[in-house]
């Protein structure tokens, strides 16, 4: 079946590094791509998405490009804040059948003053 | 507009209890999926109701059940609660469903304790 797979956490960074968080997917088709962010306390909000290959999705300085030769969605970040502290998820679903997104573990970045 | 709600955010409850959690999904959205979500299996997939169907059951045993109201609102049981139930549980909604592109926006969970 489909599957996510995130490089493991926690990512403690300083503030103002660089951020990349891995992720890879094994799934039939085409599926569409998302990162979400969970902040303390919170459920989980989408932070970008994109739909086809060599798509990039965008959103508050972050990026992530879907790359279908490498089956991967990676998460970057040129500069974190310490307010970017969250556990990150990528997930993927599977637009030609009716199933549900499937989510990887999660990644959790501590960003430090 | 308001975005999902579920009640209640905290729930303590004893081994063979059951317990109810709601969610209401933002107006106009006819989905609400269920996840389960712990810190050793991450989140998992519970069920999903379309116009009040279910459209699609994660592998959760029969314990673990949902129906969703004209209004859209849903409602998730688990019967005979077991410590291993304890978890945050997230409603999602979306006008369309699960699948394709459609973005899921999430509730904030009910945070459920069994002791």
């Known amino acids: 079946g489909d599957s996510v797979t995130q490089m493991e956490g926690p990512v403690t960074l300083s503030e103002e590094a660089f951020l990349t968080i891995n992720c890879t997917y094994t799934a039939t088709g085409y599926p569409s791509l998302f990162w979400y962010v969970q902040y303390p306390g919170e459920g989980l909000q989408l932070l970008l998405k994109?739909?086809?290959?060599?798509d990039k999705g965008s959103n508050k300085g972050f990026e992530a490009t879907y790359r279908k030769e490498t089956t991967s969605f990676h998460l970057e970040k040129g500069s974190v804040q310490v307010s970017d502290s969250a556990v990150y998820f990528c997930?993927?679903?599977?637009?030609?059948?009716?199933?549900?997104?499937?989510f990887g573990k999660g990644t959790r970045l501590s960003v430090i003053a | 507009k308001a975005g999902v709600t579920q009640t209640p955010r905290y729930l303590i409850k004893t081994r063979g209890q059951q317990v109810t959690l709601s969610c209401s999904p933002i107006s106009g959205h006819r989905s609400v999926s269920w996840y389960q979500q712990t810190p050793g299996q991450g989140l998992q997939f519970l069920f999903e109701y379309f116009s009040e169907t279910q459209r699609n059951k994660g592998n959760f045993p029969g314990r673990f059940s949902g129906r969703q109201f004209s209004n859209s609102r849903s409602e998730m049981n688990v019967s005979t609660l077991e410590l291993g139930d304890s978890a945050l549980y997230l409603c999602a909604s979306s006008r369309t469903g699960t699948s394709g592109s459609s973005e899921q926006f999430f509730g904030p969970g009910t945070r459920l304790t069994v002791l």
């Open positions: 994109a739909t086809k290959a060599d």
């Open positions: 997930a993927l679903s599977d637009p030609a059948g009716n199933t549900p997104l499937v």
